[in-house]
């Protein structure tokens, strides 16, 4: 059973906007400013809120995308996504904007570089931004438990962090990264398009007998099926953590 | 899929609010099927006017909460017991 601490008050910051980085046609980075950020366990959240002249607010949580590290924090939006907070953050939010934030909050979904086991990461389009902090974190806390990512993605356009992916694949000693392309694959790729299933989870994760820690992240409906792939394949339940962000995506 | 839903881990803001430890990470009992989880694992429907958490296992509600001006509600109608690993006080 994960750890349980007395947190303390949880309230609302002010984060300020720093920069803005282009990740695909569909995806950008926020890198924000947040005095007295508290820091972070990788995989964990924020809420964001938003709130109108008139006093209207609303709220919507997103992963961490950076290593608790860095001086700033970074989140991921999608462009496509609907509702009421990620069209502001996609499209209108520029350096300079303020808005409120409150976290880390979250202890479910995380990754504690004390963990030994082996990690298998499954990311199902921007579910990887909380992939990516475990990543990140990995790299910045020199830990050398070894890591698998398996990225299901519409096709190498839509692959959010992948320059830093193959960097880090090279870089990073015992990281690997697996793409699953499920509309368009690369020229010369040996598959065609296809979903996530049993033999190329088999082929890019761990053998169940290595006891793997499992995280996986996604669109509901991916979530659902590659857990299910997980288990099937002699993962225990209780080792296969999930985040589902609802519905779309990759 | 037509169904819109997330699931327990966007409940950690809302609930530390309410609370000063992580329920998220504690260990529930489903009233209408005896299934045990965390509270991560709820399947949860968040487009309404609140939060509604229903068992994985057999889809009733586990609990709602509503966050209005001023006060919140905590419906914990579907959870028989919450375990929490919680350090001795010193």
């Known amino acids: 059973m994960a750890r349980t601490a007395i947190l303390g008050r949880l309230i609302w910051r002010v984060a300020t906007v720093a920069e803005i980085r282009e990740e695909t046609d569909a995806a950008r980075t926020l890198v924000l400013d947040v005095p007295e950020w508290p820091g972070h366990v990788a995989g964990q959240h924020v809420d964001v809120r938003l709130t109108a002249e008139d006093g209207y607010s609303t709220q919507r949580s997103f992963s961490i995308a950076s290593a608790p590290d860095s001086s700033t924090l970074e989140l991921m939006v999608q462009r496509i996504e609907d509702g009421e907070v990620s069209p502001y953050l996609a499209g209108v939010a520029s350096p300079g904007d303020r808005f409120e934030l409150r976290g880390p909050v979250g202890g479910y979904f995380t990754w504690q570089t004390a963990d030994p086991a082996p990690v298998l990461l499954v990311a199902g389009g921007s579910g990887i931004v909380p992939l990516m902090c475990m990543i990140r974190t990995r790299a910045a806390e020199s830990s050398r438990v070894p890591f698998r990512l398996v990225y299901s993605v519409r096709g190498p356009s839509a692959a959010v962090y992948a320059t830093e992916l193959a960097r880090r694949v090279r870089d990073d000693k015992g990281l690997d990264v697996a793409y699953v392309y499920t509309r368009a694959v690369p020229d010369g790729w040996p598959r065609p398009p296809g979903r996530l299933d049993a033999v190329r989870l088999g082929e890019a994760g761990w053998p169940a007998q290595f006891e793997p820690s499992c995280y996986v992240c996604g669109p509901t409906g991916f979530v659902e099926a590659a857990a299910d792939l997980l288990v099937a394949a002699g993962n225990a339940p209780e080792r296969v953590k999930t985040e589902r962000f609802g519905p779309s995506g990759g | ?90």
């Open chain 2, 1 to 90: 899929m037509t169904d819109v839903w997330v699931d327990g881990n966007e409940l950690a803001g809302p609930l530390r609010e309410l609370f000063d430890v992580d329920v998220t990470v504690a260990r529930g009992r489903c009233v209408g099927c005896g299934r045990e989880g965390m509270v991560a694992e709820a399947i949860v429907f968040d487009r309404a006017p609140g939060l509604v958490a229903r068992c994985p296992g057999c889809n009733s509600v586990l609990l709602r909460m509503v966050r209005g001006p001023g006060r919140a509600w905590l419906d914990l109608r579907g959870v028989t017991c919450l375990e929490f690993a919680l350090p001795d006080t010193p």
